[in-house]
């Protein structure tokens, strides 16, 4: 058995090898009739070891086999499309049924080439493509391997098909992968999804979305690749860098962002590593679920994965590159929010993510959660007089909030003196509310008292005692649990 696999394997090979040096030779014709018996034999083995659950390693080579057989069909349809069109550019070819009516010796009609007028039209359509970009084929066929799905005939015809816009952009012409998000993606996360008062937006593009986060009530910190000269509502401009390069920092932060579809596996695993958010959501194409290759990837999805995946049941508006002056396409793409939150233990995920299906349309005049808040709301509607969702994280009283931040807020406040509410808001990330309340609870207790003149607020003795207090009592906790 493993001899005769072996020699099936080899003849396989040594097919499509054939197929390739046939249509490098310009024999076309062979080359097509051999690449599409190794494509079908190639389809037949991995279908066959699948079924059988055979060795993963197996399924693979056949793959392979069944993708490099595609490409030479694919190039071999592309010349005759070619061949055709020279020929009735010079009058060589023939309608069907009337060979008469081209004169001379050099005639030929559609069957004599091998095609169809339908496999013609495909033909050509594929032909166009690969003159935009010659790596056409190549690039959509490596795609689905890398996805783990089946380099088919189908998905290239559909890839052909439906290249609008995004999917026939050639590297150049993508440039730095500006593709706006829509405003009805926004809307939706944010009737769903609270954040932090500070959210950083660290590829603002043209800021698609940092206008409807700071409409929503957020401060938004905006960086991006290229400097495109935006800056937020109070005029602080963007910064300018690589985000792959970028630096965390301490106590983590709350992103929103569409990342570059090129770089999304190193650019989503880069910031769980370096950033370590307390929340985090990412407009990814659905196909993120998937894969097995790419160690970022994995990393995102199976180390830390996303608590909750917002699945678009309706297609999105399709996102155009930044210039595309082309025919306005409907997306062909399936989309999704993924929001990461951060455990007590700084790790990722509760389990599985839990996947939620929404219509983007059921959400076009919903109101925005309250920044700050946290949380997050159930997209099902029920029947309240009061509120048109139901929610699943309670929102906490200002009394709580308070007494959460309070020993953050000393750490804080030890380190920046001479502050104000705005700095404090800033400084831990809470809402205007909460910073007047954490000062004026903290100066009543005589922890911080207000310096003189512009001096602002300063961190007392009595506040810097409760801090080593604090400190104290949690080393003491820690040194408890070790000894333990």
């Known amino acids: 058995m493993t001899e005769l696999t072996i020699r099936d394997s080899s003849e396989l090979v040594a097919c499509i090898e054939t197929a390739r040096a046939l249509l490098d030779a310009g024999d076309v014709e062979r080359a097509l009739k051999l690449s599409s018996v190794a494509y079908d034999q190639a389809k037949a083995v991995a279908g066959s070891a699948e079924r059988v659950k055979t060795s993963r390693d197996l399924v693979d080579k056949a793959r392979r086999m069944q993708a490099e057989a595609l490409k030479i069909e694919s190039l071999c349809y592309v010349a005759m499309a070619d061949a055709v069109d020279d020929a009735q550019a010079k009058g060589q070819i023939a309608r069907p049924g009337r060979p008469s009516n081209i004169p001379g010796e050099n005639v030929f009609t559609l069957q004599d080439v091998g095609l169809d007028a339908k496999h013609l039209h495909e033909a050509r359509k594929l032909r166009d493509h690969v003159r935009d970009e010659p790596d056409f084929v190549e690039r959509v066929i490596e795609v689905r391997l890398s996805e783990g799905l089946e380099p088919s005939r189908a998905a290239l015809k559909k890839a052909a098909r439906h290249a609008t816009g995004t999917k026939t952009a050639t590297k150049e012409e993508r440039g730095h992968d500006l593709y706006e998000t829509p405003s009805e993606a926004m809307r939706t996360l944010l009737a769903l999804e609270s954040f932090s008062l500070n959210v950083v937006e660290p590829s603002v593009g043209k800021g698609a979305?940092?206008?409807?986060l700071e409409t929503a009530g957020y401060e938004v910190t905006i960086s991006d690749l290229v400097d495109r000269g935006v800056t937020t509502q109070h005029g602080e401009c963007q910064g300018v860098g690589d985000f792959l390069l970028s630096v965390g920092q301490?106590?983590?932060?709350?992103i929103v962002?569409?990342?570059?579809?090129?770089?999304?596996?190193?650019?989503?695993?880069?910031?769980?590593?370096?950033?370590?958010?307390?929340?985090?959501a990412m407009l990814l194409n659905l196909n993120f679920l998937c894969g097995f290759?790419?160690?970022?990837?994995?990393?995102?999805?199976?180390?830390?994965?996303?608590?909750?995946?917002?699945?678009?049941?309706?297609?999105?508006?399709?996102?155009?590159?930044?210039?595309?002056?082309?025919?306005?396409?409907?997306?062909?793409?399936?989309?999704?929010w993924f929001i990461w939150e951060r455990n007590d233990d700084a790790s990722y995920g509760v389990g599985h993510p839990q996947l939620i299906r929404v219509d983007w349309k059921a959400f076009e005049t919903a109101d925005p959660l309250t920044p700050g808040a946290g949380g997050f709301v159930s997209p099902l509607r029920f029947d309240a007089p009061d509120d048109e969702f139901t929610r699943i994280t309670p929102r906490k009283t200002l009394e709580e909030r308070c007494d959460e931040e309070t020993a953050r807020a000393l750490v804080w406040m030890a380190e920046n003196p001479g502050f104000d509410a705005a700095?404090?808001?800033?400084?831990?990330?809470?809402?205007?509310?909460?910073a007047d309340a954490l000062i004026a609870d903290l100066a009543a207790k005589g922890l911080i008292w207000a310096g003189h003149d512009d001096d602002g607020w300063q961190i007392s003795p009595a506040g810097m005692s409760a801090l080593n207090a604090t400190a104290a009592v949690l080393l003491g906790a820690t040194l408890d649990e070790v000894a333990a």
């Open 209 to 212: 979305i940092l206008r409807p």
């Open 250 to 254: 301490d106590g983590g932060c709350d």
């Open 257 to 280: 962002t569409n990342p570059p579809y090129g770089v999304a596996n190193a650019y989503v695993a880069h910031a769980l590593r370096a950033h370590k958010p307390r929340k985090m």
């Open 293 to 336: 290759d790419d160690a970022d990837r994995c990393f995102v999805m199976d180390e830390c994965p996303p608590s909750r995946v917002y699945v678009f049941t309706r297609r999105l508006p399709m996102m155009h590159r930044d210039g595309w002056e082309g025919d306005k396409a409907s997306s062909q793409m399936n989309t999704a």
């Open 423 to 434: 700095r404090l808001r800033r400084g831990i990330g809470v809402r205007p509310s909460v």
